[in-house]
Structure formats: C-alpha cells, structure tokens
C-alpha cells in the first residue's frame, strides 16, 4: 500500500472504503512500512494538487474524507519559503458547513503559524527549517489577518454576543476563524493589536474596483464571442462561456450579494470554471477577494472589509469615551 493508492480509494471507493482509506493514511504515515523517500514524493505531489482534487469532489463525505487525510500529511509539503501556497483553498474549507472539513484547514493553516511569526518570537534569529524574511513573514501575516477578520465579520451573528470563551461557541465558521486568531494571538502576544492594518473606505473601493477589472478581464479572454479589448462590449463587462452558460461581472456580483451559506463562494468559483485545473488557485484567490470586498445584502450592503472598518471605528470611539 502506498499514500497514491490510498488517496486513490479516498476519491473512487464507495463510502465505506474512502472513510477507511482515509483513517490509514495516519496509520500509514507512522509505520515502517511507508519507503520513505518515495512516498515523501507522493506526499508533496497529493498536497500540491489537493485544490485541483478536491473541487472534482462531489459528495460531501468523500470530501470530509479528503480533506481530514490531507491535514495529516500537510505537514510534509515542501513549501516552506511560500507557506501561504494554499491559503486560498483553506479558507473556502474554513466555510463548509461540516466541521470536520473545517477543522481540517484550522489544523493546516495553524501549521504555517509558528514558521510565520518566528521572525517576532525570537527576532534576530535565522531559522534552520525555513529561509522566509521578517518582510515576507509580514506580508503573509498582515493579509492572513485582515483575511480573518473579513471572514469573522461576515460570519458573526448576535447570538454569539453571550459567549465569553471561543471553545463555548456553536460550531460553525466564526469558531473556526477564532481558533486561528486565538493561536495567532498568542505567537503574537508582544504585537500590539493595532498593527492590524484595516484599509480606509477609499482603500475598500479602489481595491473593488482592480478586482472588477481583473474579473472583466478574465471574462473578456474566456468567451470568443466577446469584443476584443479594443471594443467596448455592449455591457462593458464581457461574458465567461461555461457551456451554453454565459457570466458576467454583475453575476459574479449578485451571487455574492445575495449569498445564504457557506456554499454559495463555490458556486461563484463554479462560474470560473473553464476545465483547467492549473487555475484554479489563482480563481480561489480572485473569489476570496470580491468575497471580502463586494457588498453583502446579509452585511447591510456593504463588504466585510467595511464591516470590520466599521467594527475598527466603533471600537476606537468605545475607548477614546
């Protein structure tokens, strides 16, 4: 038996065989009959390629199978200097509605937490596991962050308003999201909070607007039927061929508009979906972004980004009183 041939049954077997195929994986990862150096090369490879894997997926057990076997040998990837190289994919798991699946990509993204603040925790000091700079650390942290927070705001409700301790909150999103924070904030702890950059209101809507354009864009190259740059197509926005479907810039918009659940991201990514795997993180990351920054009717029409500005000024008044 080899990792390929368990994640092999995890994606083909009926129920009963991806849930046991899934179980061995930590079974399998710890005892001597893995041959190390090559099974170290499947491992990156199904780490890699675990987006591309994963959006073929169509039942959600054989998904929660997938993505718990993942989180055990996620710390076996060779992506030490990008460790963000999946950030993308964990934050769509972070909003299915099955908790296993979720605590899966809380499992992976508090992995990258230790190698991304070692810089703050003993600065000065070269790491011999990784060659990231404090600048790049930085970078990583700030939009890992502000990334969060976006998703804790769209994610809140009053309910949660009687809860002092994240372990007493119900399951769901939110939770998942403090859990991080949590871990965050305790490699942290000598940050001052403040250094969470928050974008100001012309920030929020210069950054929709390059996102718009990068949706156009992409629309514009997708569908032959559309003018070519030099021609302003009759909506402005040039469509996205998926089939006999066609989608626009306000399609992307209304759909997230309009959002309910936590599946509704994945029906916007759907919309980008022109059959070629290599894209597909560069289109998780394109969607996580018009998530953050387009209004949500369930937000009061306005973006995550402006509820946690709005969250960030309240607070501020709160405590000049």
């Not at 999103?173 to 403040?194: F, H, M, P, R, W």
């Not at 210069?206 to 909506?235: C, G, L, M, W, Y």
């Not at 006999?244 to 979906?273: P, R």
């Not at 969607?287 to 000024?313: C, M, Q």
Request: hydrophobic share 35%; glycine share 4%.
């Amino acid at each position: 038996m080899t990792f390929n041939e368990l994640f092999k049954i995890i994606l083909t077997g009926d129920k009963d065989q991806s849930r046991e195929a899934a179980r061995r994986v930590r079974k399998f990862l710890y005892s001597s009959q893995s041959d190390g150096k090559n099974e170290y090369k499947q491992i990156k490879n199904i780490i890699k390629t675990a987006p591309n894997a994963y959006v073929k997926i169509s039942e959600g057990w054989r998904q929660e199978n997938f993505a718990m076997a993942v989180s055990v040998i996620y710390y076996l990837h060779d992506r030490e200097n990008n460790p963000d190289f999946l950030f993308p994919w964990l934050f769509q798991l972070l909003q299915h509605e099955n908790g296993n699946i979720r605590q899966a990509s809380v499992r992976m993204i508090q992995n990258e937490l230790g190698p991304l603040t070692y810089y703050i925790r003993f600065p000065g000091r070269k790491s011999d596991f990784h060659q990231l700079s404090p600048e790049k650390s930085d970078q990583i942290l700030s939009e890992l962050r502000v990334n969060l927070n976006n998703l804790a705001v769209s994610s809140w409700k009053d309910s949660y308003k009687k809860f002092k301790y994240i372990n007493h909150l119900p399951s769901g999103t939110y939770k998942s999201v403090q859990l991080i924070l949590s871990v965050l904030g305790e490699y942290c702890n000598d940050v001052a909070d403040d250094q969470l950059r928050v974008e100001t209101k012309e920030q929020i809507l210069s950054r929709r607007k390059e996102i718009e354009q990068e949706i156009v864009d992409i629309f514009k190259e997708t569908d032959p039927t559309s003018p070519p740059p030099s021609r302003k197509a009759s909506d402005g926005q040039g469509r996205l061929r998926r089939g006999k479907e066609q989608f626009t810039l306000q399609d992307v918009k209304d759909a997230i508009y309009n959002e309910e659940d936590n599946d509704d991201m994945m029906k916007v990514v759907a919309m980008f979906d022109r059959g070629d795997a290599s894209e597909l993180s560069n289109v998780l990351e394109l969607v996580t972004d018009a998530w953050n920054y387009f209004p949500h009717k369930i937000l009061g029409g306005i973006s995550p980004a402006e509820k946690l500005l709005e969250y960030k000024r309240t607070s501020v008044n709160d405590e000049s009183r």
